[in-house]
């Protein structure tokens, strides 16, 4: 499995009001695209659920109990 961990955000959007985002954290010598990420969402999930924005990182913040600090991760994004 090539993916470490995944962190799934909403960000504002004018159109819909809300368009996902997620933050994929690859393990270290795996690689993957966002167009074959997609394509996999596209198969497992409904539509509506599947991420329109795929963004790679190195790693995920942690709050004090190893969490993965969503409010970070949004505060952090434009």
Do not use: N, W
Not at 37 to 61: D, G, I, M, N, W
């Amino acid at each position: 499995m090539a993916i470490r961990e995944v962190a799934v955000i909403g960000l504002p959007c004018d159109y819909r009001g809300t368009r996902v985002r997620a933050l994929v954290s690859m393990r270290p010598g795996a690689s993957c695209d966002a167009a074959a990420l997609e394509a996999y969402c596209r198969e497992h999930l409904t539509h509506y659920k599947v991420p329109r924005e795929f963004e790679f990182v190195a790693s995920l913040p942690r709050t004090a109990v190893g969490k993965i600090d969503k409010k970070a991760i949004s505060g952090a994004q434009p």
